[in-house]
């Protein structure tokens, strides 16, 4: 079992840049994938980005492709979501999620089995 905790969020302008972290504590965090989520008011929770641990694979929502890049430290234990070229649509709260075992990019959020609890990203025009 892993239990996550989001940082970084934060009121930027578009355009500008952030780095989420996705801090884990637990037992071989090095065997779960990581997964961003986000859900916007009014919105369903939608798949951002996901990187698999048994090879590194990334996945990555249309929308957010060429301007986000997932990434992991196992020796730290902590997930990360680089930010850039922020849009006002990328306003959303933003949740880090994962799974163990065999992982072929599934985009569904059913798909994950721990959640953090959210970090708020407003993107100012």
């Known amino acids: 079992q892993v239990q996550l905790v989001e940082t970084g969020g934060g009121l930027v302008q578009a355009g500008g840049s952030l780095r989420l972290s996705c801090a884990a504590s637990?037992?071989?965090?090095?065997?779960?994938?990581l997964a961003w989520f986000r859900q916007a008011p009014g919105k369903e929770r939608e798949f951002v980005a996901a990187?698999?641990?048994?090879?590194?694979?990334?996945y990555y929502a249309d929308s957010v492709k060429g301007r986000f890049t997932i990434s992991r430290s196992n020796a730290k234990s902590t997930g990360y979501l680089q930010m850039n070229s922020l849009k006002p649509e990328d306003t959303a709260v933003y949740y880090c999620?994962?799974?163990?075992?065999?992982?072929?990019?599934?985009?569904?959020?059913?798909?994950?089995?721990?959640w953090g609890q959210g970090t708020q990203v407003t993107v100012s025009s």
């Open positions: 637990g037992r071989f965090f090095s065997r779960y994938s």
């Open positions: 999620a994962a799974v163990s075992g065999p992982y072929g990019g599934g985009r569904t959020s059913e798909r994950f089995d721990y």
């Open positions: 990187v698999a641990w048994s090879d590194g694979s990334t």
